[in-house]
C-alpha cells in the first residue's frame, strides 16, 4: 500500500517535531558532508525558547504520514527558505516536491518577487529541479568544520 502523506501548516506545537525531522536528516540521512561535520552542524536535537524563536514569523509547511512528522519546509521574511528537511525514510517520495509547491504558493500570495536559500550539497539538486539557480558558491564555518554551500534563487513571476 502507497505512503499517503497529509500536508499541512506548522504551529508551534509541532516545533518539537521539526527539531527530530533536522536531527534525523542531518545526522542519520545520506550526506556529502563528513561525521566530523554533521555532528559541528547539528550538534544534538534543538529544543526550547532559541529554538522556537529561529522559527518564530516564519511560514512552515509540514509534511505527515499518518501522527508522524516527517518532513518540513519553511518561508522566512522577504521570501527566504531557511529550512528544507525531510527524513532520511521519505526521502525519494516526492514530499521535497510537494512541501516546496506549498511554499510557492504562499510566497507568490505575499507577492515575494524571489525564493531563495542557502541550499546545503544534498539540497542543491532538488532545488535546482524546482527552477533555482545558483548565485554564489560558499564556504561557511560552523565551529571547528567548514561547509561548502549554495545559495539559490527562483525569479518569482506573478
Known sequence: MPIRYSFTWAIPADFDDLADIVFDAV???PSKYTEAQRAAWVPERR???DWAARLEGQVIAIARDGNRAVGFM????EG???F???RPDAQGTGLFRRLFAMIEDKAR???EPRLWTHASLMAEPAFAAMGFTV???QVVPIGNEHFKRAMMEKPLTV
Open 135 to 137: 548565485i554564489e558558491r
Open 84 to 86: 528544507a528537511f525531510i
Open 47 to 49: 529544543h526550547g525558547e
Open 80 to 82: 527566504y527558505i531557511d
Open 109 to 111: 500570495s505575499q507577492n
Open 74 to 77: 519553511s518561508l522566512a521574511p
Open 27 to 29: 545526522r542519520n540521512g
